[in-house]
T-cell receptor, first 107, second 115 residues
Framework: GQSLEQPSEVTAVEGAIVQINCTYQ??????LSWYQQHDGGAPTFLSY????GLEETGRFSSFLSRSDSYGYLLLQELQMKDSASYFC????????FGTGTRLQVFP | DTGVSQNPRHKITKRGQNVTFRCDPI?????LYWYRQTLGQGPEFLTY????????KSRLLSDRFSAERPKGSFSTLEIQRTEQGDSAMYLC?????????????FGQGTRLTVV
């Protein structure tokens, strides 16, 4: 089967940097995506890594290491509005989501 | 195009009743996914379609669940003889393919409450 594990919760203060890790076990892997979901909202796409290395999109960066079956999402200059749940998702023949990490940003 | 649309947004049903949800994906998207999400959990894969073909159904899904995507356009998810454990948010997502940098767009979901 396929599984993606994430820490359940992370807390940080405004302006800080936080890293959310994701380890996966999957076959036929193409890449790893990250999604953000605010309470009561739908998941929305943040980033995708198809190759090893770092992808940067504004305050958010995502990293992938295929050899370690590991990736992370890095959020910089945290803002209150970043408080949400974050999911990694593996791209195989379908899209499978991780367990999710709830990020709470405090003032 | 207004994105992925799901109807109804909320459904309350009595245990044992059948319910059907509808998803209208983004028009040019050939991939359509159904997920189930409970509080504090990630979207749990239920099934997916490539155009009108249902390519996989989760082994965790009982035979009470069925999905269709006639003509490769909208999709329906039916749950027969609902149980209280079926209470959850049912999410639909669509994408253009699956390989590479393919962003999945989600609908707002249908929240099912079985009483």
């Amino acid at each position: 089967g396929q599984s993606l594990e994430q820490p359940s919760e992370v807390t940080a203060v405004e302006g800080a940097i936080v890293q959310i890790n994701c380890t996966y076990q999957t076959s036929g892997f193409y890449g790893l995506s990250w999604y953000q979901q605010h309470d009561g909202g739908a998941p929305t796409f943040l980033s995708y890594n198809g190759l090893d290395g770092l992808e940067e999109t504004g305050r958010f960066s995502s990293f992938l290491s295929r050899s370690d079956s590991y990736g992370y999402l890095l959020l910089q200059e945290l803002q209150m509005k970043d408080s949400a749940s974050y999911f990694c998702a593996s791209h195989t023949d379908k899209l499978i989501f991780g367990t999710g990490t709830r990020l709470q940003v405090f003032p | 195009d207004t994105g992925v649309s799901q109807n109804p947004r909320h459904k309350i049903t009595k245990r044992g009743q059948n319910v059907t949800f509808r998803c209208d994906p983004i028009s040019e998207h050939n991939r359509l996914y159904w997920y189930r999400q409970t509080l504090g959990q990630g979207p749990e894969f239920l099934t997916y379609f490539q155009n009108e073909a249902q390519l996989e159904k989760s082994r965790l899904l009982s035979d009470r669940f069925s999905a269709e995507r006639p003509k490769g356009s909208f999709s329906t998810l039916e749950i027969q003889r609902t149980e209280q454990g079926d209470s959850a948010m049912y999410l639909c997502a669509s994408s253009l393919g699956a390989q590479g940098r393919t962003e999945a767009f989600f609908g707002q979901g249908t929240r099912l409450t079985v009483v």
